[in-house]
T-cell receptor, first 109, second 116 residues
Framework: SQQGEEDPQALSIQEGENATMNCSYK?????LQWYRQNSGRGLVHLIL?????REKHSGRLRVTLDTSKKSSSLLITASRAADTASYFC?????????FGAGTRLTVKP | EADIYQTPRYLVIGTGKKITLECSQT?????MYWYQQDPGMELHLIHY???????EKGDLSSESTVSRIRTEHFPLTLESARPSHTSQYLC???????????????FGEGSRLTVL
């Protein structure tokens, strides 16, 4: 079964800066989803992009998907200290969901 | 806010004890999952279920077992806990895939298990 590979593994930025994290995968997907996890908690769904879409926006989040390169990126604009968390890409295909290893984002106030 | 609940949130037990981690959801979801996650690390799928009386093993071999007697309930059991079982266990649920289903997962808050 496939899992996503996220990079970077860790990212540290100042408040107000943009944060970009990437996810690459190897097989087919129906959609790709991004989740956030605060330390010691469960994952929370952020945004979904279908395989026939190239870009989605939701508030300060922007997701792109390039199915020819099998990669996606999540951009968080104007980051805040409260955005500090781990971010995971979820690869959904035919009732099967797999996650990458995640990117740990630290936003310094 | 997700309607999926895990108990206990924290559990510290001695080696050899039997434990059951509870997971319940009120969304009527058919598919449920158990993931194992060490702090700051990736999620490993250890069990999943498509519905009542369905249980499947995930990618990561686990000595735990699961049952699905009711749609809303998906407990995980360790017959004899060992220190190597120390980890966080996350339960999730989703609609079963159909034309409109996106497969979005709803997670509980997790059960952090420490085996001494």
């Amino acid at each position: 079964s496939q899992q996503g590979e996220e990079d970077p593994q860790a990212l540290s930025i100042q408040e107000g800066e943009n944060a970009t994290m990437n996810c690459s995968y190897k097989t087919s997907i129906n959609n790709l989803q991004w989740y956030r996890q605060n330390s010691g908690r469960g994952l929370v769904h952020l945004i979904l992009i279908r395989s026939n879409e190239r870009e989605k926006h939701s508030g300060r989040l922007r997701v792109t998907l390039d199915t020819s390169k099998k990669s996606s990126s999540l951009l968080i604009t104007a980051s805040r200290a409260a955005d500090t968390a781990s971010y995971f890409c979820g690869l959904y295909n035919n009732n099967d969901m797999r996650f990458g290893a995640g990117t740990r984002l630290t936003v310094k106030p | 806010e997700a309607d999926i609940y895990q108990t206990p949130r924290y559990l510290v037990i001695g080696t050899g004890k039997k434990i059951t981690l509870e997971c319940s959801q009120t969304m009527g979801h058919d598919k449920m999952y158990w993931y194992q996650q060490d702090p700051g690390m990736e999620l490993h799928l250890i069990h999943y279920s498509y519905g009542v009386n369905s249980t499947e093993k995930g990618d990561l071999s686990s000595e735990s077992t699961v049952s699905r007697i009711r749609t809303e309930h998906f407990p995980l059991t360790l017959e004899s806990a060992r220190p190597s079982h120390t980890s966080q266990y996350l339960c999730a649920s989703s609609e079963l895939g159909s034309g409109r289903s996106t497969g979005e997962l709803f997670f509980g808050e997790g059960s952090r298990l420490t085996v001494l």
